[in-house]
């Protein structure tokens, strides 16, 4: 045998060894489906199911809106297979595009486009036969981006009422760009201004209300922003609206456009920078659904983190939240991907699972169904994920859901550190600016492994932070499911 013949018979036995060995090996790479499972729903033939809104009922169903103006309820939501064991049945029809539902005393209370209403079954058949107007204090005309985003009550009793602009860009119509909140006796008591394109409403375990914001004028990237009662929230298009506002003050000084947007908030005081931006397109081009984990455990470990979809990436992302300053800011981490449709409104079960409704009608999404409704379950396994980020002066203390390895942890050349700004400006989003990297000097590994103090230089206010920790490993030599967070650096921590 020539020695070409017998390198070549060699080289193929040791391929042949060696290559199903690394197959197996990046079998066994944790992938998301390993922890949250993703399953779906069927609704019967011809209905068209482009979820907008979702509420848990009393009698344990499922209470599906569609932006066609439908509500369904689904019977045995929680079903091992909902495709065969769930059942659909219409509830009510002819409501105007549907983006909220919540539930008190006997009624379904309904955001649509033009007012807030609530209806019911009262006589047992299973159809609403009783509809009332609860507020209809906003304006609308046949635009298509006027939508309307609710809530569910607050603390107080309220429904909080998101108003989108006229095409997403003017305020043609009264309180359009507003958050309004409708009391419990139909009061209406306009709250914010400064909104643009809003894609979802939601609370956080404190009660707080936030929304999320959608890449545009004034808006360099998509973002989590909080409904501080009294705030400004970016947008000056709404503002001539102040005159029919007289109990929330003066109208906020106009923004000056090509700025940025902390030295803008530092010179009007109403205006409330975003919490948390969600980088473009990294972490999506389309926020919308807000969720709240408060299910004590049932959905994993990251009990009171808030959840966020994103329709045009068809995903939801974490969001690790924080007071600096006295105001929220914090950072947003990928978490599943993989949904049917683009992800518009989601809904926590009392099992701890969340249901994911979606629509790709107008945008186009990832997932290519037109529509879709997927119920997320933690499968009991506990990823190796980054629990939390935590500003420093210096840098941040990072938790993690396992422990870590002490050794690459404790490695300044597993973390690289970036960070970017937006510009604040009046034309259609911002590229990412005044880019800067960070010195990561020391990484300080707790002594049961669970955090790591990272010291890093120098921090820099108003900037998006990027933290990539590529070469982190747990405990039992995995890598983290997710390497990326991003930390939005409004306010630095004086301690």
Known sequence: ??????????????????????????????????????????????VVLEAGALEWMPDGKVAVSTRRGEIYMVSNPLADDPAKDSKFVRFAHGLHEVLGLAYRDGW???????????????????????????????EINGDYHEYAFGSKFDRDGNIWVALCLTGSFTSENLFRGWALRVGPDGKVTPTCSG????????????????????????????????????SFQGNPSGNKWYESAKDLGPRPAEPKSGGRMMVEADRIPELLPPAIYFPYPKM?????????????GKFGVFEKQMFVGDQSSSFIMRISMEKVAGKYQGACIP???????????MLFAPDGSMIVGGTNRGWGSRGQRPFSLQRMAWTGKIPFEVHDVHAR?????????????????????????????????????????DQTECKVERATVAPDGMSVRLVVGPLQRGHVHTLTLDGVRS????????????????YIPKE
């Open 1 to 46: 045998m020539s020695l070409a013949r017998l390198l070549s018979v060699l080289l193929s036995g040791f391929l042949a060894v060696i290559l199903p060995a690394l197959g197996r090996a990046d079998d066994k790479r944790p992938v998301e489906a390993d922890y949250y499972k993703i399953l779906t729903y069927e609704p019967p033939a011809g």
């Open 475 to 490: 405990s039992e030599n995995v890598p983290l499911l997710h390497a990326d967070a991003y930390y939005t650096m409004n």
């Open 195 to 230: 909104l643009r394109s809003p894609g979802g409403l939601g609370m956080n375990a404190e009660g707080d209300m936030f929304y999320t914001e959608n890449q545009g004028p004034w808006n360099g990237a998509c973002a989590l922003k909080h409904l501080k009662p009294g």
């Open 108 to 138: 379904l209370y309904v955001t649509q486009r033009g007012e807030l209403s609530r209806i019911k079954d009262s006589d047992g058949d299973g159809v609403a036969d009783r509809f009332e107007t609860v507020s209809d204090a906003w």
């Open 335 to 345: 978490f599943r991907s993989g949904f049917a449709s683009g992800v518009l409104p």
């Open 393 to 433: 002066p210096d840098g941040f203390d990072l938790t993690f859901t396992k422990p870590v390895d002490p050794k690459t942890a404790a490695d300044v050349a597993s973390y690289k550190v970036g960070t970017h700004a937006y510009i604040y400006q009046a034309s259609y989003g911002s590229p990412e600016v």
């Open 284 to 296: 999506g081009q389309s926020a919308s659904g807000i969720a709240c984990d408060t299910s004590g």
